[in-house]
């Protein structure tokens, strides 16, 4: 049996090795007593800055007696419980495989965790990835930050890994489902360290993350999994609403009946193709603003105060929402403490921004999204195409702001909120490069009144947030689909039988882990539909061959 143990506090001045004798000694054991110990949960607790301390749970034994007596009567302030065995179901393996193998259309994380199930469960799927590899894309996207070139099929959305492979590289989501950890699992496995288990917000950076995602690629293929790389799904081959198979670059023919659609929330062509073809979709809500941006150590010092530079205190970080009196959401999102702001557009003429981070988080800068929610109304109809034409246009905007060549247009906050004319402002980490602006012209009138609303709100949470040293770079776009390809609970489209829709791209899904969550669902939804068409076909063939009922 084990226990589990919390809350747990250790100070700034005291090691995270000390934690194991600090359990000894409040239980009273001897360290020889204390077995399998193992943190299983890791926060920072920096509400009160004269207090600054970390919080653990742990899972460790105990000789049956003491456990019970624990359990029984545990020491005050703290929560004991009984860890209930771990009981992993495995879904349903096919005895035999079928005829075709299923198809992916995305190397995301929705992509790979899909095939992640598919291959254990004898399934090994065929994946088709529009962009290059990792080693050539990460040449095409610094080519693009160095001298404004951008490949229009291998760049920060389009690739090996998805859009996450050029991104703090985010491991927390508020889902709650055991396949996670499994998610998690995998991550160790192929390369990220073991504390991602563990901390409260874990995240493995860019560097990483193309590491992980390479050596996760590699494994799939000794499985038996088969990746095409610059093979662009450009049709489906449908007859009476059931998918035959797809066409890649405009001219191959790929026969398959269960094709998961994993192309995460940019690849407009393929949106378009879709809506011709009559996939059943509708406009999603999504959200817009502008990149902020700040030095590290400032947003240290407002997190953390006299604390600031600790050497056991992370790049600190921050989470701000506001609803302005006209009832419009404004929110920090996607926020990489100690990363870069970086170019991340997809198509020629356009500009758009990202946050992005390495493992270390050391760069000296901070950077957050500040976005406005978007809905129908502001974009104008039930066109499915409407929220994603709408996106474009301000990046098309942004894009003749900042003067061509991918140079985004960026401006002090306290310009911004003065509505003046852009004064020089201090150096960003943006790549390829800013040109000063006034920023209200590359947004919707709604969004530049929400965030001078909201902005003053955040400085007066977080004191100097709207201070000369902050600036904003514009424009962000790219939070979320505007676009949900309409499915069921079988994860089927609904109009398409074979086709099933997954991760960001389908609307239902937002981030690294929910969507590679949702990757495993769809999987799962497959591993059925192939356990049902076999048990029919095997119906069909002993009932018609012997005329005898097989129930018998």
Not at 18 to 35: C, G, T
Not at 79 to 84: F, G
Not at 524 to 534: C, F, H, M, P, R
Request: charged share 25%.
């Amino acid at each position: 049996m084990a226990i589990r143990v919390s809350p747990l506090y250790l100070s700034l001045a005291e090691e995270e090795s000390a934690l194991r004798e600090k359990v000894a000694e409040i239980f009273q054991v001897s360290l020889d007593d204390l077995r399998d110990f193992r943190i299983t949960k890791k926060s920072l607790d920096a509400r009160r800055k004269n207090r600054i301390h970390f919080v653990y749970a742990v899972e460790l034994s105990l000789p049956p007696d003491r456990e019970r007596s624990l359990l029984q009567e545990p020491p005050p302030s703290l929560q004991i419980e009984e860890v209930p065995p771990r009981i992993v179901q495995a879904p349903p393996v096919p005895k035999s495989k079928p005829p075709r193998r299923p198809l992916i259309v995305g190397t995301g994380p929705a992509g790979l965790f899909a095939a992640w199930k598919l291959t254990q469960a004898g399934l090994p799927p065929l994946i088709l990835e529009r962009g290059r590899e990792v080693p050539a894309r990460v040449r095409d996207v610094n080519r693009f930050w160095e001298e404004g070139v951008l490949q229009e099929e291998s760049n920060v959305h389009f690739g090996e890994g998805g859009a996450g492979t050029f991104s703090d590289g985010k491991l927390y989501t508020r889902l709650n489902d055991p396949r996670i950890s499994e998610i998690l699992q995998a991550f160790v496995r192929f390369g990220a360290p073991p504390e991602i288990l563990y901390l409260q917000r874990p995240h493995i950076g860019t560097d990483r993350i193309r590491r992980i995602v390479a050596a996760m690629r590699r494994f799939l293929q000794e499985q038996g999994t088969e990746f095409r790389f610059q093979a662009k799904v450009s049709g489906l081959k449908i007859a009476k609403n059931r998918l035959e198979g797809v066409i890649i670059n405009g001219r191959e023919e790929v026969d398959g009946s269960l094709l998961l659609l994993a192309i995460g929330h940019s690849a407009r062509d393929t949106y378009r193709m879709l809506h011709r073809t009559g996939v059943a979709m509708e406009p999603k809500p999504f959200a817009m603003g502008l990149r902020i941006e700040h030095p590290q150590k400032l947003i240290d010092r407002i997190q953390y105060g006299p604390s600031a530079g600790h050497p056991r205190l992370p790049p600190a970080e921050y989470q701000l929402t506001h609803r302005t009196p006209k009832g419009r959401a404004v929110y920090s999102f996607c926020m990489c403490p100690g990363g870069i702001v970086i170019g991340s557009s997809s198509e020629s003429g356009t500009m758009v921004t990202n946050g992005m981070s390495h493992f270390r988080r050391n760069s000296p800068w901070a950077n957050s999204a500040l976005v406005v929610n978007v809905g129908k109304e502001d974009f104008g109809g039930d066109d499915p195409m409407a929220g994603m034409e709408f996106q474009r246009q301000w990046e098309e905007k942004a894009f003749h702001l900042g003067g061509g060549r991918f140079r985004a247009p960026a401006q002090a906050v306290i310009d911004f909120l003065e509505k003046r004319d852009p004064r020089p402002f201090p150096k960003t980490s943006f790549r390829p490069g800013v040109t000063p602006a006034r920023l209200e012209e590359s947004l919707p009138g709604f969004i530049v009144e929400s965030l001078r609303q909201a902005i003053p709100f955040f400085d007066r949470k977080m004191r100097k947030f709207a201070s000369r040293e902050a600036i904003l770079i514009g424009v962000e776009t790219r939070t979320s689909s505007p676009i949900r390809i309409l499915r069921g609970h079988d994860y089927q489209s609904l109009n398409i039988i074979g086709l099933l829709p997954v991760g960001e791209g389908s609307g239902y899904a937002g981030g690294i882990i929910s969507s590679a969550l949702d990757g495993m669902k769809a999987a799962e939804a497959v591993i059925k539909i192939q356990l049902s068409t076999l048990n029919s076909h095997l119906t069909s063939f002993l009932g018609g061959e012997y005329g005898q009922d097989i129930h018998q």
